[in-house]
């Protein structure tokens, strides 16, 4: 099927060019040119690369409901094997739903985050059949991600967070340990991604050798924020955003926007509307870490540092799909233009993750597309007046 966009204002992962006419050949892009069995008509309209969310956590139903968003890949953070191999076969065999990639099981030390919430009662609910895996000397790093990549794991995942941030204790994985398990995950050809929340814990990891931090630091205000980003700078990481789960981590009411604008209720699951004002009692979180994330996004981007968007989605809250719509916003009040917060999910995770087929819109790449009226590189809330969504050139109804 080829398919013809045409007279449309392209936002393709880096820059924005009027009336382009992009061809959709099966499930790649092409060069325009040559007969095309259907046309849309792309007057008044942008078309971007699909999102992007760079950190997600897949469970049954979480994909279909991403790619109603126009959000046509997630980046799994965490997940057990029997749910994941569930989640993997729909991405591969679907697609009326978003692809994945996953570390698989996060690493943290016997008894660390998020052991802490992953109860019988919320393993049931997720359909595991088993807990988390955890390390607990650097003797057990070798054979904990030899494990992963036997699960089919794209990059690898730590956890090093001690909970003292919001008054809890809880074990993590040591300076060593993180260490050696970044050494095992590079010598097995994955990048590494941090969980932390703290700049001491974000120092901590980059010092270990990883690649990225899971979440915006949420301890540091503004007047030393330009000095952490500045040293984050030094270790050439990425960093993602998050600021949506901190919000809801710290009762911030601001995500439920999305329940006020038609553009995004009409579109969410029952499901996903019911998630809402839950509270998250057992998660760490500086009470000041949404103010301090913003903070913090437009100093690393100021020093230069790649700000990803994520936005920590799960079956309970944050949302999938919409949830990295409110994000593009949250990014832009932080200080983004409209044009960064939409590279920040699309060509930045892309680039950072290793994604060389999307992120972009180019000859030769996935047909993943995303098509709304008005124009989001000057008001990013037109990302959600989504007309159309291709997924791997697959027109979704």
């Not at 392209?10 to 095309?36: M, N, Q």
């Not at 040591?174 to 932390?196: F, S, W």
Request: hydrophobic residues 45%; negative net charge; charged residues 25%.
């Amino acid at each position: 099927m080829r398919t013809l966009i045409r007279n449309v204002r392209l936002f393709d992962g880096e820059r924005t060019v009027a009336g382009a006419d992009v061809l959709i050949d099966g499930d790649r892009i092409a060069e325009p040119g040559g007969p095309a069995e259907a046309e849309v008509d792309g007057t008044g309209r942008t078309l971007l690369p699909g999102l992007i969310d760079a950190h997600a956590h897949a469970f049954d139903g979480d994909l279909e409901e991403a790619l109603k968003f126009g959000v046509t890949t997630e980046l799994d953070m965490n997940n057990l094997p029997s749910v994941l191999a569930v989640q993997r076969r729909q991405a591969a065999e679907r697609d009326d739903v978003a692809d994945l990639r996953s570390s698989g099981m996060i690493a943290t030390a016997p008894g660390g985050h998020p052991t802490q919430i992953m109860t019988p009662d919320v393993l049931a609910a997720l359909g595991a059949d088993g807990g988390l895996d955890t390390v607990a000397d650097p003797g057990q790093a070798k054979a904990f991600v030899e494990a992963r990549l036997a699960e089919g794991a794209d990059y690898l995942k730590i956890a090093i967070d001690d909970g003292a941030v919001s008054g809890m204790k809880l074990p993590a994985l040591t300076p060593e340990v993180a260490a050696v398990l970044v050494e095992a995950g590079h010598a097995a050809g994955l990048k590494v991604v941090a969980h932390t929340v703290t700049a001491r814990e974000a120092l901590v990891a980059l010092d270990a050798g990883v690649d990225g931090l899971a979440h915006l630091y949420s301890d540091v205000d503004r007047e030393d924020a330009d000095e952490l980003a500045a040293r984050i700078a030094s270790y050439d990481a990425f960093v993602v955003s998050t600021i949506t789960f901190i919000e809801a981590v710290t009762g911030d009411p601001g995500q439920a926007e999305l329940l006020r604008d038609p553009r995004t209720a009409g579109r969410m699951s029952a499901r996903s509307k019911a998630t809402f004002g839950r509270e998250f009692t057992d998660i760490p979180m500086h009470s000041q870490g949404v103010l301090n994330a913003a903070h913090a996004a437009a100093a690393l981007l100021r020093a230069g540092v790649p700000v990803l968007a994520g936005t920590d989605a799960t079956p309970f809250g944050p949302v999938h799909g919409a949830g990295l719509h409110h994000e593009l916003l949250l990014l832009t009040e932080a200080g983004l233009t409209p044009e960064q917060a939409l590279r920040a999910a699309t060509s930045l995770p892309a680039r950072c993750f290793g994604l060389s087929d999307r992120g972009r819109v180019a000859p030769g790449l996935r047909a993943d597309l995303l098509l709304v009226d008005g124009d989001p590189t000057t008001d990013i809330t037109a990302t959600r007046s989504i007309t159309d969504v291709w997924r791997a050139g697959a027109r979704q109804g």
